[in-house]
């Protein structure tokens, strides 16, 4: 057992603390690592005010990880101690069911094992993310991270990255297809990036004017203030996909109507509150699909981390202590950050 400092929420009420707990002694198959840097996902700040009622108190958040490579098990052959490593959302699966058996194990039927708010699947200890000075993990849920990429502006894919990338792969972004991102936060400002380098026609929905000129910057060949029912008007019955990222309850129903015929809106935003059903009508008359995705699996996390090393893509990050991470909650919450938090875990090592 080895030592490692953390900050946790003990209720949904506090602020995140310091914390002290024991990662377990490496199995055969265990790769520790020093966690270097961890980005910061409104699904942390879900998970650590119990927005999702499934929270198992104390919680150390964290699931956009990289690390170095400190130990490694005796039968572990595919990382050597030194090696940068990330880690996402998942550390473990049952790798039996058919999602597993497919690489999708994301969709684990017999439940994927969080990175943190998880159990151990061997000793049912709860699993403690990357708000901490270490980790241990087994090798078939650690990536692999492309050299020539700043690793802090990678934390934000193993989570941002890969939920918008597994979307855009699987409604086919690419040349001649018009993309819609809704929201330009961490996940979206990854979307804009990720379906620009696959060759689509990228629309950035926004309620920021603000953000405008950045959108533009990172990729988006046009920018919509969804507020603007005029703006909103001039995309009638254009998108081949549109991908929500908001992480609030809001009416679907205007963004359904911007999709062609066969068009399909995905939502991987989780807000507290679910979204009003949308008009049956507007889905019927089009045969409009509404959608759902949830992260990726081992394998096109990969892809996507090699994908982003071949066109230089990273996150726009803000680096943070660990120190500051309540009034980087308050300002995700204002739609303030830009376009990532990511925590320098050496502040808390010092
Ligand atoms: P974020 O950085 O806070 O970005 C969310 C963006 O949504 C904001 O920047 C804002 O963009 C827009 N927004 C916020 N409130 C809004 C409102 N009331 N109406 C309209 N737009 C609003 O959050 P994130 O880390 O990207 O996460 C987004 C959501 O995805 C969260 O719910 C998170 O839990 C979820 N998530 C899901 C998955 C999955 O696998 N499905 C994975 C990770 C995270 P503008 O300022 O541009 O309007
Ligand atoms: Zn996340
Ligand atoms: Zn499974």
């Known amino acids: 057992m080895s030592t490692t400092y953390a900050y946790a929420a003990t209720d949904a009420q ?25 980005g910061v996902c409104h699904s942390d700040l879900h998970q650590a005010r119990n927005e999702w009622k499934n929270t198992i108190f104390p919680v150390v958040p964290g699931h ?19 090696q940068l490593v990330g880690v996402g959302c998942l550390v473990d699966s049952c790798r039996t069911c058919p999602s597993c058996q497919e690489g999708l194990e994301q969709y684990c039927e017999n439940g994927f094992v969080g990175t943190y708010n998880g159990n151990d699947r061997q000793t049912g200890a709860v699993t403690y993310g990357g708000y901490s000075t270490q980790l241990v993990v087994d090798e078939d849920f650690v990536l692999r991270v492309p050299e020539n990429l700043d690793p802090a ?59 405008i000129e950045d959108a533009k ?10 507020k603007n029912p005029a703006e909103m008007e001039a995309h009638l019955n254009s998108f081949d996909l549109i991908v929500s990222t908001v992480a609030a309850q809001h009416d679907l129903n205007p963004f ?5 015929r066969d068009g399909t809106l995905t939502l991987v935003g989780a807000p507290e509150h679910d979204h009003p059903s949308p008009q049956v009508f507007n889905l019927i008359m089009k045969r409009r699909r509404l959608a759902g995705s949830l992260i990726g699996g081992i394998a096109e996390t990969q892809e996507m ?27 995700m919450l204002k739609s303030d950050v830009k376009y990532r938090f990511v925590i320098d875990l050496d502040s808390l090592r010092k």
């Open 305 to 331: 981390l090699d994908f982003c090393g071949k066109h230089g893509i990273t996150s726009d990050i803000e680096m943070i202590q660990m120190q500051q991470i309540n009034e980087a909650y308050e300002r």
């Open 64 to 82: 956009e990880i990289v690390g170095r490579v400190t130990n490694v098990g005796s039968q572990v052959t595919k990382y050597k101690v030194g």
């Open 153 to 211: 502006g990678v934390a934000p894919l193993l989570c941002a990255g890969i939920t918008l990338y597994s979307p855009l792969r699987t409604w086919g972004a690419g040349p001649g297809k018009k993309v819609g991102i809704v929201g330009l936060g961490g996940l979206g400002h990854m979307g804009v990036k990720l379906a620009h380098a696959m060759g689509a026609h990228v629309v950035l929905f926004t309620t920021s004017a603000s953000k």
């Open 217 to 226: 910057r990172l990729g988006a060949d046009e920018v919509v203030i969804s």
């Open 256 to 260: 359904i109507s911007l999709l062609k």
């Open 14 to 38: 506090s602020k995140l603390a310091p914390f002290e707990f024991q990662r377990r002694d490496l199995r055969e198959h265990d790769v520790q690592m020093e966690v270097l840097f961890c």
